[in-house]
């Protein structure tokens, strides 16, 4: 298996938690009762506390996400029991429409661009 | 395994194993030791042991099994936190800076001495960017963490337990900086308390000392790699170690010689 494909994607920090539900769903991480996040880049307009925006970069074997979010946004979701990973079809559709993605070649790693079209810079925690 | 050096026509001598960084643990010691250039040690699948496929150059990486005796295995928290494996002639993790780490187990309550250790090759610094750590707990500030920092210069920090308040922390950071665009090897050794050194390609190093008094917090906190606290490494990085003990000017000159 390749992974051609880099995907970024950033959802308003109010969706967090559903974004990590539905990586779940998808697969792409554990429960997150258990404390695991996909969505763990914080963002806001001008890179300091709180984050407005959460957001992932990653590499993709294929276009499958990218077929998954096409449709959704189109109004067809993959047939996935939702409300067994703590969700609804419409918090699902709401959470899709609302996402801003960005897919390249992995070489060129989509997370800048995507940060820079929306107007956000990554939070900075304090320096250590 | 005990090597035989043929010296003559039917004499042999009995020559010592090659140096390997797994013999640190030979006495029980606590840590790991990830080598990301030996193939049968990275797996695709963020799973640990029971991963089963191979991470080649350009996949991600979602395990790396433990070689020390320890089988502490670092894992990704979700896919899009595996690092991508690279090739530069170093086959090395390439984590992306925004959000991969690996995250071994907790070492819950473990004290000094630590030491921490890895190759590096930065393709450029910004921010403080975590390279490795012994207690890694979310966005606090625990245990021992080795830095990269925005200048190049290496910071290993003690960490107070808490999320804010800097001043309790306890920061060393080198005076001289690790270069752009070549392999180096960063090494930690922690006796305790304003007690350790830094090592730069085996060459002892000042640092400049900040913070606050506060005793550093084992209390619990996860093995991490590219991450901790302050913001996720894009480095690459390779041959990664975190031992429980001081290593000795052999074992530090040898873990150098083994180059990244």
């Known amino acids: 298996m390749t992974y051609p494909y880099a995907v970024s994607a950033i959802i308003p920090a109010a969706m967090r938690d559903d974004g990590d539900r539905l990586s779940w769903a998808l697969g792409y991480q554990p429960d997150p009762s258990t404390g695991a996040r996909t969505f763990v880049a914080a963002l806001s307009s001008d890179g300091s506390e709180p984050a407005t925006h959460y957001g992932y970069n990653a590499q993709a074997a294929a276009q499958d996400f990218v077929d998954i979010l096409h449709a959704a946004k189109g109004g067809t979701l993959v047939p996935i029991d939702w409300e067994a990973y703590g969700l609804t079809e419409k918090r699902v559709k709401d959470l899709l429409q609302a996402m801003e993605v960005e897919v390249s070649s992995k070489d060129d790693w989509p997370w800048d661009a995507l940060v820079d079209r929306l107007g956000l810079m990554t939070l900075r925690t304090e320096e250590a | 395994m005990i090597a035989m050096l043929r010296i003559g026509i039917g004499m042999y001598v009995l020559s010592p194993p090659p140096w390997t960084p797994a013999q640190l643990f030979s006495d029980g010691q606590q840590g790991g030791y990830y080598d990301t250039s030996d193939a049968s040690v990275r797996y695709i699948e963020r799973t640990g042991a029971s991963a089963t496929t191979p991470a080649g150059v350009g996949d991600p990486l979602g395990t790396i099994l433990d070689t020390s005796p320890n089988a502490n295995?670092?894992?990704?928290?979700?896919?899009?936190?595996?690092?991508?494996?690279?090739?530069?002639?170093?086959?090395?993790?390439?984590?992306?800076?925004?959000?991969?780490?690996?995250?071994?187990?907790?070492?819950?309550?473990?004290?000094?001495?630590?030491?921490?250790?890895?190759?590096?090759?930065?393709?450029?610094?910004?921010?403080?960017?975590?390279?490795?750590?012994?207690?890694?707990?979310?966005?606090?500030?625990?245990?021992?963490?080795?830095?990269?920092?925005?200048?190049?210069?290496?910071?290993?920090?003690?960490?107070?337990?808490?999320?804010?308040?800097?001043?309790?922390?306890?920061?060393?950071?080198?005076?001289?900086?690790?270069?752009?665009?070549?392999?180096?090897?960063?090494?930690?050794?922690?006796?305790?308390?304003?007690?350790?050194?830094?090592?730069?390609?085996?060459?002892?190093?000042?640092?400049?000392?900040?913070?606050?008094?506060?005793?550093?917090?084992?209390?619990?906190?996860?093995?991490?790699?590219?991450?901790?606290?302050?913001?996720?490494?894009?480095?690459?990085?390779?041959?990664?170690?975190?031992?429980?003990?001081?290593?000795?000017?052999?074992?530090?000159?040898?873990?150098?010689?083994?180059?990244?």
């Open chain 2, 73 to 260: 295995h670092v894992t990704a928290p979700s896919d899009a936190a595996r690092p991508t494996v690279g090739d530069d002639g170093v086959v090395h993790a390439k984590p992306d800076g925004v959000d991969d780490v690996l995250i071994g187990p907790s070492l819950d309550g473990i004290g000094f001495p630590w030491t921490l250790a890895c190759w590096i090759n930065p393709a450029s610094f910004s921010g403080t960017r975590g390279l490795v750590a012994t207690h890694f707990v979310g966005t606090d500030y625990n245990g021992i963490t080795l830095y990269s920092q925005s200048d190049g210069t290496v910071q290993v920090l003690f960490g107070d337990g808490g999320g804010a308040a800097p001043d309790a922390r306890r920061s060393y950071i080198t005076n001289d900086a690790t270069p752009v665009g070549q392999w180096s090897l960063v090494v930690a050794e922690c006796r305790g308390y304003d007690d350790l050194n830094i090592y730069i390609n085996n060459v002892d190093k000042a640092f400049t000392i900040s913070g606050g008094a506060a005793a550093v917090s084992f209390a619990g906190g996860n093995i991490s790699l590219f991450n901790a606290a302050a913001g996720f490494s894009p480095h690459k990085q390779s041959r990664t170690l975190i031992y429980r003990g001081i290593l000795s000017a052999a074992d530090r000159t040898s873990l150098y010689e083994l180059g990244p």
